[in-house]
């Protein structure tokens, strides 16, 4: 796994100088004690360096009584290999794919070294700092103590900073570690609550005026084959505010196809991450409505929510999954209340998901801007958690943001061309991100992106009346990964520049999309009345539930699980297959073309929507049954399609990593060409003619006004490419592979 890059770092070290130009100004300086005394002992971590998030402005010293507590988060005994087993299970066609790792095994394998934890616990224990804890697949030490031990022991300055209208806490310095341990300790974590999660839920703005209640006669309980129906009242909440209920959703995206198949997400669990409590009569109300029965559990960690309603985020998550994939289980960790939570409490939420390693789904609606998430060796401290899910087989879903391609926009801007951002965790290479569109109609499935600022394209409307737009954009943290690079993924858009990778592009999100403009928003029981709600938040929960149904489909038998050793239970890193699926004749993504995720008005118009993926809403929204058909066969690699219906398939390499796909029907009529790739206005898809004598003739037109064609003989053979102009030696020929 690859260190975040850079560029991203330079402009942490910026924000530090002028932190400490300004603590300089203000007349005092900010807790900080004399470094440990065996200094030769101990060496400054730079890639672990604390810093407070852009914007922040220094308030008050921090009282060096105040307990504090925190994880020294800790690398993998052997990153390269963890890395290696990690590609391995997740690619189609590898000899090791979804040969995951069983709860219990990751910490053995690759967690710190026994000598290694046992360092870092003398460490913490002669600083005078508490040993809270040590992780139990072995990738982080807990402690905790004063404001005054904590700073002494790590060498660093703690003060209160205010961020917008948050005010908290944070560290700032360059960590001391001992020498020992330079290459194994990745962070310090805890040190901070200023950079809180947001929750991605957005609230229809022209709400209904029905007044709802929760009550009102339940639906019949579905029966096999089906899914759950809506009772009168939730159908009449929909309707007054031009929203859906589940089982509209159902069917727009095709999970009926899968009911039909008994696929109802039956052994499958889905974990959900939430920082805020939510009322088990909201979930009652929701499941009698519709006739449902799914187990709901809650798994508190660092104290849990507490009690109340929240704000709607976890009723939403909740009540999503029961309605999208109701024999699924549902397990709820619960963080503190996101105004306490620390860094400590998100990473110990995501933690303990990984180490209790029970949902083959997990799914998050909170994040936070990229270039709030301070300091950069917390986002990479994220990521090992990420990778142990990807090992053990859990796939991991984050929404990508409601602030389209600017997601640190605040509302308190208001000068145009905010600088583009994308969201963390959603941007993370282990996660797969999600996106929003608008779904204005079900049948036919009419999807655009979801955009509240499309038609103003102004600050003004961001500031005052937007709601919210699909986020995407460019990692400044991730290089593009290896699954991503290529398939047609590239575009005009594409940079190496915001991560600094000087041999490539960079991390793009999101990877898919699906309904979440809250103007068509899902209908959810919360704190005791109906209403329509969106935000990716409710994009995300459609992608977890409909994984939770194909991974029941592709789960192996009980017979089957007690012969193999380790038994693979689900999909893992989604996205490897995901990405091989795209040029599938069985359309796997219902591909979303238009509009953009500009929501402040950038100069540059980033990102529109195009064939293919996009920065805007990926490769869109889940047609469920083309996407099992796609995941069961491994995807189609690039090049060779299979269609397996024993009917020719043509795919065609086109320029700029472009794809295109042919394929014959039943009746023998050609059909194509679908396009997965290539940089949009600046590609022509290539063309098919059928000759007097009933063959195809393919052309494609390349790059520089080349002209390359394919044609097919009597015997059914394939010829080509006969090139036809363009500037020769320069060009290559477009590849082409019948399958048959």
């Not at 939510?278 to 029965?293: E, H, K, L, R």
């Not at 014959?664 to 206005?681: E, N, R, Y």
Request: proline share 8%; hydrophobic share 40%; charged share 10%.
């Amino acid at each position: 796994m690859s260190q975040p890059r850079g560029s991203l770092r330079k402009r942490r070290a910026r924000l530090a100088c002028a932190v400490v130009a300004l603590s300089g100004v203000a007349s005092f300086v900010p807790a900080v004690l004399a470094a440990p005394s065996a200094a030769a002992a101990f060496v400054r971590l730079p890639s672990a360096q604390l810093t407070v998030p852009a914007g922040a402005r220094l308030v008050a010293p921090l009282e060096t009584s105040r307990a504090v507590q925190g994880d020294v988060a800790l690398a993998p005994s052997d990153p390269s290999a963890l890395n290696g087993f990690v590609a391995g299970v997740s690619t189609p066609g590898s000899p090791t794919y979804r040969h995951f790792l069983t709860p219990g095994q990751f910490g053995p394998r690759f967690g710190a070294s026994p000598a290694t934890l046992a360092s870092v616990r003398s460490w913490l224990a002669n600083a005078g700092l508490v040993v809270t804890g040590t992780d139990p697949d072995d990738l982080f030490v807990g402690f905790s103590g004063s404001v005054g031990t904590v700073a002494s022991a790590f060498g660093v300055s703690m003060a209160r900073y205010r961020l917008g209208s948050t005010t908290g806490y944070a560290a700032t310095g360059t960590p001391l570690v001992p020498a020992s341990l330079r290459t194994q300790v990745r962070a310090i974590i805890g040190l901070s609550d200023l950079d809180r999660l947001r929750p991605h839920l957005v609230r229809d703005p022209a709400p209904s005026t029905t007044g709802g209640g929760a009550g009102g006669s339940a639906a019949t309980p579905h029966v096999a084959g089906s899914g759950p129906a809506a009772c009168n009242t939730a159908v009449t909440e929909a309707s007054a505010t031009h929203g859906y209920t589940s089982p509209q959703l159902a069917d727009a995206y095709g999970l009926n196809s899968l009911y039909a198949q008994g696929l109802l997400g039956a052994g499958t669990t889905v974990g959900i991450f939430e920082l805020e409590p939510y009322q088990s009569s909201d979930i009652a109300a929701f499941q009698s409505c519709y006739g449902t029965n799914t187990s709901v559990s809650e798994v508190p960690v660092d104290g849990g929510a507490g009690a109340g309603a929240g704000s709607g985020e976890s009723a939403l998550d909740i009540e999503q999954v029961i309605g999208l994939a109701p024999a699924s289980s549902i397990v709820v960790y619960e963080g503190p209340p996101v105004a306490q939570a620390t860094q400590q409490n998100v990473y110990d939420v995501y933690k303990k998901i990984a180490d209790d390693d029970q949902a083959q789904v997990v799914s998050t609606s909170w994040g936070l801007c990229e270039d709030y998430m301070s300091p950069p060796s917390w986002i990479l401290a994220q990521a090992a958690v990420f990778e142990q899910m990807a090992a053990q087989g859990q796939s991991m879903l984050a929404a990508s943001g409601d602030e389209g391609a600017e997601d640190c926009y605040t509302g308190a801007d208001s000068a145009p061309g905010i600088n583009p951002w994308v969201d963390n965790p959603g941007s993370q290479p282990y996660v797969t991100g999600v996106g929003g569109t608008s779904v204005s109609d079900l049948s036919p499935l009419t999807e655009w992106t979801w955009n509240d600022c499309q038609s103003a394209m102004s600050i003004s409307c961001a500031a005052t009346s937007g709601t919210g737009a699909s986020g995407g954009g460019i990692s400044a943290a991730w290089d593009m990964p290896a699954w991503q690079s290529g398939n047609g993924v590239t575009s005009g858009f594409s940079s190496g520049a915001p991560c600094g990778n000087r041999s490539g592009d960079c991390r793009e999100v999101p990877d898919v999309a699906a309904s979440g403009d809250p103007s068509h928003g899902i209908v959810i029981v919360w704190n005791g009345s109906w209403q329509s709600v969106g935000g990716t938040s409710a994009a995300v929960v459609v992608w977890a539930s409909v994984v939770a149904l194909v991974d029941e489909a592709i789960a192996p038998g009980t017979a089957d699980c007690a012969s193999a050793s380790p038994c693979a239970r689900g999909l893992g890193l989604l996205n490897p297959v995901l990405y091989r699926s795209a040029p599938c004749p069985a359309r796997p993504f219902n591909d979303v073309t238009v509009g953009t995720n500009d929501f402040t008005d950038n100069p540059d118009g980033a990102y529109p929507a195009r064939a293919g993926y996009d920065m805007a809403t990926g490769w869109g929204s889940p047609n469920a049954p083309g996407l099992l058909t796609a995941v069961q066969a491994g995807g189609c690699s690039s090049g060779v399609v299979s269609s397996g219906s024993g009917l020719p398939t043509i795919s065609v390499q086109g320029p700029d990593n472009s794809l295109w796909v042919y394929w014959q029907a039943g009746d023998a009529s050609w059909h194509g060409p679908l396009g997965v790739g290539g940089p949009g206005s600046d590609l022509s898809s290539p063309s098919m003619a059928i000759g007097s004598n009933g063959l195809p003739t393919i052309s494609v037109q390349g790059p520089d006004n080349s002209l390359w064609v394919y044609w097919q003989a009597g015997d059914a053979s394939w010829h080509g490419p006969l090139g036809v102009g363009g500037p020769g030696s320069d060009l290559s020929a477009p590849s082409m592979a019948v399958d048959a």
